[in-house]
Nanobody, 126 residues
Framework: QVQPVESGGGLVQAGGSLRLSCAAS????????VGWFRQVPGKERQFVAA????????YYSDAVRGRFTISRANTQNTVYLQMNTLNPEDTAVYYC???????????????????WGQGTQVTVSS
């Protein structure tokens, strides 16, 4: 098992940047596919980005592609989400999730993931 823990959220002005981190305790993070999701009150959790075990493949939602970058440092058991050119619509609680699946089928869906962090709040002011 693995327990993801997010950090790096906060308040930023529109146009600014933040870098979120997802650190894992337990089994080596390198053995998991890792994804980032976000959620605002009253709405479903939405896919943001994902990265495969060896970082060869990354996936992004249309809303963040070109502005966000997901990366991982397996030696540090950490996955990052670099968020640039933030806008108020990016305001949400951001969650890190890990999956032990071998296939990437469904990688953009919440059921794909087995373990979830508690989330970190990102607020973008206009």
């Amino acid at each position: 098992q693995v327990q993801p823990v997010e950090s790096g959220g906060g308040l930023v002005q529109a146009g600014g940047s933040l870098r979120l981190s997802c650190a894992a305790s337990g089994r080596a993070f390198s053995t998991y596919v890792v994804g980032w999701f976000r959620q605002v009150p009253g709405k479903e959790r939405q896919f943001v980005a994902a990265i495969t075990r060896n970082a060869l493949f990354t996936y992004y939602s249309d809303a963040v592609r070109g502005r966000f970058t997901i990366s991982r440092a397996n030696t540090q058991n950490t996955v990052y989400l670099q968020m640039n050119t933030l806008n108020p619509e990016d305001t949400a609680v951001y969650y890190c999730a890990a999956s032990a699946r071998d296939s990437v089928y469904g990688i953009q869906t919440t059921p794909y993931y087995d373990y979830w962090g508690q989330g970190t709040q990102v607020t973008v002011s206009s």
